[in-house]
């Protein structure tokens, strides 16, 4: 089994050689104690502007990437595990702060867990770590946590293995600083996939660090953000929804209370109806996105995740057999609630009801058309759905040289 070890450094003449001499000596510590038996390492300059590829040059035994240009942290990295293709990949940083030995307990977990990636955790209580980034980190992984449900403690590590077969499930990956919260991302809202982490010493780097707290921190929480999108929409979008119906019923409760004890609404009441539409209207479309989003994830992924009895519970509300009734319930009672005050205007020319009949008919007629088109959008997707299943079918058939059932040829 080969492990390739890529080394992606930015300007790093200060640590690099120490950096890569540390990898060498650790050779043979990762050969003794895992399933590795042949190790490359690969450095990757990337648009380094001082001694960082002429230093690496230098040291004979390691394979050097050379960019012109500046490309990203990421783009570094799987430029090496492009060139290096071993059975584990893996990689760590060039500023010394990460010990190559701790990839002989990775590579052995890797192999041994069955996992597709395994992460050096940082966060341990000899970390060198600075404040900050240490603060920054426990949120992410707290973000990470709650979107997957799984625990996790270093969502940025760099320092890592991964099986090289995993790389297909893994990509597309950024080019920038936040490859690795992606990967972690990427990982832990897939349920088919699998990392574990090993703790790990974190010395202090050598030289400057490249990264910047507020412009790459929040680029490595939307990058969290984005995987939760992409895999488990739900989990974004529920919070929200369930946020809007608290906020409602809090609007709510005083009007409605006030109007069964005393059989009136005050007119300055009529900002909290127009807040709570708004809010209702809101939180229907919320849920019309989780059920699109569920399908178009269906569609696009070919192993989208399972959904969750909350899920599929969405989902039916715009089945045919639910979201017809509920359309048609919906316009009756606002027709119903406004019925005298479309007899007035065809009668008189004028309208005598209360605002708040005129709010709530509104309220019901938006919430019927968002069903409405969302059931309509779903009905396309199923369609879309059964077409491309037909299309594989017919695809093996031919492929396979099998006639459709029910055909015959006859001769001449």
């Known amino acids: 089994m080969k492990l390739t070890i890529v080394i992606p450094a930015l300007n790093e003449e200060e640590a690099v050689g120490g950096t890569i ?16 038996t042949d190790v490359q390492i690969v450095v990757v300059s990337d648009g380094s502007t001082d001694r ?120 597309p990956l950024p080019d920038g600083l936040h490859f690795t919260p992606a990967m972690s991302a990427r990982v832990l809202m897939d349920e088919h996939l699998r990392m574990i982490e090993i703790p790990m010493t974190y010395s202090e780097r050598v030289g400057r660090s490249k990264l910047s707290v507020v412009r790459d921190g929040l680029r490595f929480a939307l990058t969290i953000v984005d995987a939760a999108l992409v895999a488990r929409p739900s989990r974004i979008i529920l919070p929200v929804f369930g946020i809007l119906v608290l906020a409602t019923i809090g609007m ?9 004890a005393e059989g009136h609404l005050a007119d300055w009441m009529i900002y909290r109806a127009v807040a709570a539409l708004l ?52 316009l009756g009672i606002a027709t119903v609630l406004c019925a005298s005050g479309f007899w007035q205007y065809f009668t008189t020319g004028e309208v005598f009801i209360h605002w708040w009949r005129v709010i709530a008919s509104s309220s019901l007629v938006t919430m019927a058309c968002i069903v409405a088109v969302t059931w309509l959008m779903l009905r396309i997707m199923s369609l879309l759905k059964k077409r491309q299943s037909a299309t594989a079918a017919m695809s093996a058939m031919i492929d396979d040289g099998v006639p459709q059932a029910g055909w015959t040829i006859q001769p001449g």
């Open 21 to 36: 001499r540390r990898c060498q000596r650790a050779i043979p510590t990762i050969c003794e104690n895992s399933p590795v």
């Open 52 to 171: 960082t590829a002429d230093i690496a040059r230098s040291i004979p035994g390691v394979s050097l990437i050379e960019f012109e240009k500046n490309r990203g942290y990421g783009a570094a990295i799987k430029a090496g595990f492009e060139a290096g293709g071993g059975e584990l990949l893996s990689f760590l940083d060039a500023d010394g702060t990460c010990d190559p030995l701790y990839l002989a307990d990775m590579c052995r977990a890797i192999e041994a867990e069955r996992a597709d990636v395994v992460i050096g955790s940082r966060m341990g209580p000899g970390s060198q770590m600075p404040m900050v980034r240490t603060i920054g980190n426990r949120i992410y992984a707290m973000m990470l946590g709650v979107l997957s449900r799984k625990r996790v403690s270093d969502t940025a590590s760099g320092m890592r293995v991964i099986r090289a077969t995993s790389l297909k499930e893994l990509y």
């Open 279 to 330: 809010s209702v209207t809101l939180g229907m479309l919320l849920l019309a996105a989780t059920a699109v989003a569920d399908e178009i994830i269906e569609i696009a992924l070919p192993r989208p995740a399972r959904r969750g009895a909350l899920q599929r519970w969405i989902g039916k509300l715009f089945e045919t057999r639910v979201a017809m009734p509920m359309i048609a319930g919906c």
């Open 252 to 260: 709510m409760v005083h009007p409605v209370s006030r109007y069964f």
